[in-house]
């Protein structure tokens, strides 16, 4: 099939690039780095919504909405967190646009100047412990457990749809706890939290770690994260949790009365995953076709095309596929039936391949002498005959059946592209031609980071959680390390 | 009960405001105009989303998302669109911040200045418009039909909470059609959509109607709209829906090839409901003793207390509890049970009165012994005894009687509330002593409507739909006028 996408061997990105446009997932906006979330895309983030939701509130997380805005003094208060963000950030200046003296358009009026410049919110820890001061006083009001979904922005000068963009669209949770310990708890409890939707809604398998000192988010004492391998070898963070420590409390005076009547600072962690997910998602799956979407996220799981050459043949067909529809639907299986005549069956066919539909299934007047139907797999691009009345019992076991080939492809590349270095040669060798996860030591310190970075391009992706500890030496300096970690280029 | 808070007859507004704060709905934040939304009232407005965003995709709507950001010269391109947002909108001037050389605090990039200024949406039309240039190209790439759920900035100088805020959220439709017909089908749906949604979820009462030219929406050349009366005689418009002709798709250059071959400009329509929805629904139902909530939108709709003096008698109503909230859980029915030892059960009644729990179940060592359970109705503020075993029978017929008992109300204030009168004396006497809708005759011109505005502040809320076409003279001036029209003071 001519889909005139570019393939995944000849250029990765470009691959990438065309996919989202063409799938119609999202594309450039005219505002620099902002993108258009397209329909199909959109739909495709909805179910990501509703599932993180369910699960969060399943965690005992309840939404609430904070202001967008954020008075730069505000930005000020907890040191590192300015660091991080003060570089890229939109900065409204003024409330009112007026027309020019000469009438020919429109500009700022100079008068209505802000007394105070609002930085757009690129994260909300400071608006929303600004917030916390008033809503704890006592042990009685937590551990206080709130997430948000909300659009940020973060000025990037290079952008890419979906992986990086000045605005994007995520959740992020906010919480309040009065013990350290609890705060990890819930730090570490909503790492594990994104893991399961990752791995068991996105099919996309995610190792669970730390982050190193440097790779830190800006203001946090340990940052939980997971990295998921792409096909083209680099890593993605595809969401981090936060132990924020008393940093964020000390910054904006939150302190509650303990049952034994004492002030203490209160503990906090954020935690967030964003429209870069749809990037995980896609790059994971996708092939040289288009996109590969897992059952329990695709907006439609099963396609139903009629094939027919006059009315009479559309009539036989269409009641067949009505009615099938309707069974499927009945079992709880998300079915459309296309049957625009202004589209050939063989224009459809491409496009829910693009599109990355699950289950396609075609029915022609041959399968309604027959009691038969075509049914194709997008993940194996296979196909087979089914008898009309099996159709909803093969399609619900299909369900399962893409849905866990998908992770277990996903798993076996992993597999294949994580190495155990013990030299920097070596390192250097896999790294420029395999790519992948590369497994190694590292003495620990920011200096050895910074120069494994500065020279390969690489960076540590996390210390993993579920990593034994073994003794030996670091590939760079040679200096003990308990630990190997887990090293990447990344996105 | 003391709840401290100011009557209705005593201070309307101020009982707004309190109410809206000790209900844990929302509060006022450190960002000029903009409000934290609390979870409690983020549940209630979560409820109204999902009921919308249903109806939406069953009128054949899908959900998308545009940037936050809209390039100043997009703003220009439609004459009266500008006029209407210009005057209070918030303006992104530059990108980043810096320390600045006293090392003392951070202050604005000067170097990172914008080459065009970007405004914060107010709403959508022009950014929109800019797209759909190129997602149409045929008549078959039509209706297209999208809605966006997004927060949007408008600089009002005086904000109150969820009634006028400087950062709201809402959804906003955008559609566009091959014909003219077409659209205004689409526009009237979507104001009978948000009709059937605010009666019938949100309890309230609406009159369906058009706007007069003046109190159009920004670049339309005609705006449908839903107005409620809110408990104070007050006119609160609950949502609008715009046929917008062709003056976007002109501007933006959006045309399409009809079946036939020819270029013509699309048709296009708006429509949104806001946060201000949450205005709505308190003002209409909430009393002296604090919110009422309609069952369908209540984020619990049932809260079970239980009462005991000690460990043993915890136990025994604990289990009756438990056994209960299972049950009405199976029905349904979203159930608390409150089984906090920190609060005493006077507390929790207070609390739950104050946040319009449709109905509270207090279970105490008596109701154990006798196999009862004491059931209080929030709207009717009555109490009964009722068998255990009767109680899911009984809780599932109040849901339905609350929400239509509710709805009564709010029916009847109105009709009480609706006055017909032929003279500007009686109009004023009316406006002055009762409030609510007055129904009169206008000779349709600006002028006329601007005196009224200005002498009373009441103005036309709306040319009513179904008002049946009735000869008569306009009170003000005496001119013919073929159909009365609503007037009223608005929020």
């Known amino acids: 099939m001519a889909k005139n996408l570019t393939t995944r061997s000849e250029d990765y990105s470009k691959w990438y690039n065309e996919l989202v446009i063409k799938a119609d997932l999202a594309e450039n906006s005219g505002v620099r780095g902002c993108m258009v979330i397209k329909p199909y895309g959109f739909g495709i983030w909805e179910k990501m919504q509703a599932e993180l939701d369910r699960m969060f509130k399943e965690t005992g997380h309840q939404n609430a909405?904070?202001?967008?805005?954020?008075?730069?003094?505000?930005?000020?208060?907890?040191?590192?967190?300015?660091?991080?963000?003060?570089?890229?950030?939109?900065?409204?200046?003024?409330?009112?646009?007026?027309?020019?003296?000469?009438?020919?358009?429109?500009?700022?009026?100079?008068?209505?100047?802000?007394?105070?410049?609002?930085?757009?919110?690129?994260?909300?820890?400071?608006?929303?412990?600004?917030?916390?001061?008033?809503?704890?006083?006592?042990?009685?009001?937590?551990?206080?457990?709130?997430?948000?979904?909300a659009n940020v922005v973060r000025w990037e000068m290079r952008t890419r749809l979906f992986l990086r963009t000045a605005e994007f669209l995520w959740q992020e949770g906010h919480t309040a706890h009065a013990t350290e310990k609890e705060a990890i708890a819930e730090a570490e409890q909503m790492m594990n939290v994104y893991a399961d939707f990752v791995e068991n809604y996105m099919a996309v398998p995610v190792v669970k770690g730390l982050k190193s000192k440097s790779e830190r988010f800006a203001g946090a004492l340990e940052t939980y994260c997971i990295e998921a391998l792409m096909q083209d070898g680099k890593a993605l963070q595809a969401g981090t949790s936060h132990f924020l420590g008393q940093n964020f409390a000390k910054a904006f005076d939150v302190k509650f009365a303990t049952k034994e009547?004492?002030?203490?600072?209160?503990?906090?962690?954020?935690?967030?995953?964003?429209?870069?997910?749809?990037?995980?998602?896609?790059?994971?799956?996708?092939?040289?076709?288009?996109?590969?979407?897992?059952?329990?996220?695709?907006?439609?799981?099963?396609?139903?095309?009629?094939?027919?050459?006059?009315?009479?043949?559309?009539?036989?067909?269409?009641?067949?596929?009505?009615?099938?529809?309707?069974?499927?639907?009945?079992?709880?299986?998300?079915?459309?039936?296309?049957?625009?005549?202004?589209?050939?069956?063989?224009?459809?066919?491409?496009?829910?391949?693009?599109?990355?539909?699950?289950?396609?299934?075609?029915?022609?007047p041959k399968d309604v002498e027959k009691g038969t139907v075509e049914l194709a797999r997008r993940d194996t691009?296979?196909?087979?005959?089914?008898?009309?009345?099996?159709?909803?019992?093969?399609?619900?076991?299909?369900?399962?059946?893409?849905?866990?080939?998908?992770?277990?492809?996903?798993?076996?590349?992993?597999?294949?592209?994580?190495?155990?270095?013990?030299?920097?040669?070596?390192?250097?060798?896999?790294?420029?031609?395999?790519?992948?996860?590369?497994?190694?030591?590292?003495?620990?310190?920011?200096?050895?980071?910074?120069?494994?970075?500065?020279?390969?391009?690489?960076?540590?992706?996390?210390?993993?959680?579920?990593g034994e500890k073994e003794a030996g030496n670091c590939m760079v300096t040679g200096k003990p390390s308990s630990q190997r970690v887990l090293f990447a280029k990344a996105y």
Not at 108 to 132: F, G, Q
Not at 307 to 314: A, H, S, T, V
């Open 65 to 149: 909405y904070f202001p967008l805005f954020i008075p730069k003094s505000y930005f000020s208060k907890e040191a590192s967190h300015v660091d991080g963000f003060a570089k890229e950030c939109a900065v409204v200046t003024h409330y009112r646009l007026k027309n020019d003296e000469d009438g020919k358009g429109i500009v700022v009026d100079p008068e209505a100047k802000l007394e105070e410049e609002l930085i757009v919110r690129p994260t909300s820890e400071t608006i929303i412990w600004d917030t916390y001061r008033k809503w704890v006083q006592s042990y009685r009001d937590l551990p206080l457990l709130i997430n948000q979904w």
């Open 261 to 364: 009547g004492k002030q203490e600072y209160v503990w906090a962690t954020s935690w967030g995953v964003s429209t870069r997910l749809m990037g995980a998602l896609i790059m994971t799956h996708s092939d040289d076709n288009g996109l590969v979407l897992p059952p329990k996220l695709a907006p439609d799981q099963v396609v139903i095309v009629p094939i027919y050459r006059n009315d009479e043949q559309f009539n036989a067909v269409g009641e067949v596929a009505k009615d099938m529809q309707a069974k499927l639907r009945a079992a709880g299986i998300r079915v459309k039936f296309d049957n625009r005549d202004t589209h050939k069956p063989g224009w459809k066919f491409n496009e829910y391949e693009l599109k990355g539909v699950p289950v396609r299934i075609a029915i022609g």
């Open 381 to 466: 691009l296979t196909k087979e005959f089914v008898n009309q009345n099996e159709v909803v019992e093969k399609v619900t076991g299909l369900m399962t059946e893409i849905q866990e080939n998908l992770y277990k492809k996903a798993v076996d590349y992993r597999t294949e592209h994580t190495t155990e270095v013990d030299s920097y040669e070596e390192f250097k060798k896999v790294l420029e031609n395999k790519g992948g996860f590369i497994s190694a030591h590292w003495d620990g310190t920011v200096e050895t980071e910074e120069q494994v970075k500065n020279e390969t391009k690489a960076t540590i992706r996390c210390i993993p959680i579920a």
